[in-house]
């Protein structure tokens, strides 16, 4: 009952050190000045935003930690690192962004109930939400590409994204104030932005949690899968297939292959990991062939 293990590492990972670093130092002077400003003017939108940015920064370093201890080597005690890091980054990402949703909204209703009775400059809003809506949007930039493929990156370019356009509502909410003079505005304005982030975070949510437990990448259909392997030549049986995700850019297979007829060699299994790794993205594969599925229930023992 042969076991054969292949991996793939065709895939080179992008390093994102300088776009963490560039992001995260951006966002702490912004935030600085968004709440000097916000104090000064009395401007919920740019406290809210600072706000944001802050739940940002926070959001960046974990996923910078988080692609950093992926990188350290496999030791006897963690066989696979602490890739699995970036999934939980990812996750508690999702997390950070939703507590800060929350925090805005509880105080742009308060300031709606018990509306401030200053003015607020709403040119002063406009100038310095506006340097928010460059800063965060040359940031998110810099993880567009890396989205698609790795979530953790997705996570902070998510983040990104949202506070460029919390920034743009706020610059919205000033030019509306300047020309109506209704000041509720600001805290309406930064309601409506609240929605936007949270359909968005959603998503990173739910993807993230689906990822820690060990689910099927949504990337994969797992039943295609099983078709390709079912439809190898000499392939009887296909069982205990797992798939799951080593981190937010590795995937990993498990599965049990009978074949009753000739023996197969390690060029089969190389030819199928390959196969998998281009058809489906998995890049960590280990195959069992066995000669009948009873083999597998009465003499398997672990790898």
């Known amino acids: 009952m042969p076991h054969n293990h292949n991996h793939s590492h065709s895939r080179q990972h992008r390093n994102y050190n300088k776009a963490f670093g560039f992001g995260i130092a951006l966002n702490v002077i912004y935030i600085v000045v968004e709440v000097v400003f916000g104090l000064i003017i009395n401007s919920m939108a740019l406290?809210?935003?600072?706000?944001?940015?802050?739940?940002?920064?926070?959001?960046?370093?974990l996923a910078w930690g988080a692609a950093y201890?992926?990188?350290?080597?496999?030791?006897?005690?963690?066989?696979?690192?602490?890739?699995?890091?970036?999934?939980?980054?990812?996750?508690?990402?999702?997390?950070?962004l939703l507590a800060a949703v929350g925090a805005i909204t509880i105080e742009s209703i308060r300031k709606i109930l018990e509306p401030e009775p200053e003015p607020i400059a709403g040119t002063t809003m406009m100038i310095v939400a506006g340097v928010g809506v460059i800063i965060n949007t040359l940031t998110a930039l810099l993880f567009m590409k890396g989205r698609e493929k790795d979530l953790n990156i997705?996570?902070?370019?998510?983040?990104?994204?949202?506070?460029?356009?919390?920034?743009?509502?706020v610059v919205a909410a000033g030019f509306l104030i300047n020309l109506t003079g209704f000041f509720l505005l600001d805290p309406i304005i930064s309601l409506v932005i609240v929605i936007v982030i949270t359909i968005g975070t959603w998503s990173l949510l739910k993807d993230s949690f689906h990822l820690s437990m060990d689910a099927v990448p949504r990337n994969i259909v797992f039943e295609e899968v099983k078709k390709y392997l079912s439809s190898l030549e000499g392939v009887e049986e296909v069982h205990d297939l797992h798939i799951w995700a080593m981190s937010t850019t590795e995937t990993a297979l498990t599965v049990h292959?009978?074949?009753?007829?000739?023996?197969?060699?390690?060029?089969?299994?190389?030819k199928v990991c390959e196969q998998l790794h281009r058809k489906f993205s998995i890049e960590h594969s280990t195959i069992q062939i066995e000669k009948s599925s009873q083999s597998a229930s009465h003499e398997d023992v672990n790898v």
């Open 47 to 61: 406290i809210a935003d600072a706000g944001h940015n802050f739940s940002d920064v926070l959001g960046l370093l």
């Open 69 to 96: 201890l992926a990188g350290f080597s496999v030791t006897n005690k963690r066989t696979y690192g602490f890739r699995k890091s970036t999934i939980l980054a990812a996750l508690f990402n999702a997390i950070i």
């Open 257 to 270: 292959l009978v074949i009753p007829g000739e023996q197969k060699n390690d060029k089969f299994v190389s």
């Open 154 to 169: 997705k996570g902070a370019f998510l983040h990104m994204a949202a506070d460029a356009g919390v920034s743009l509502g």
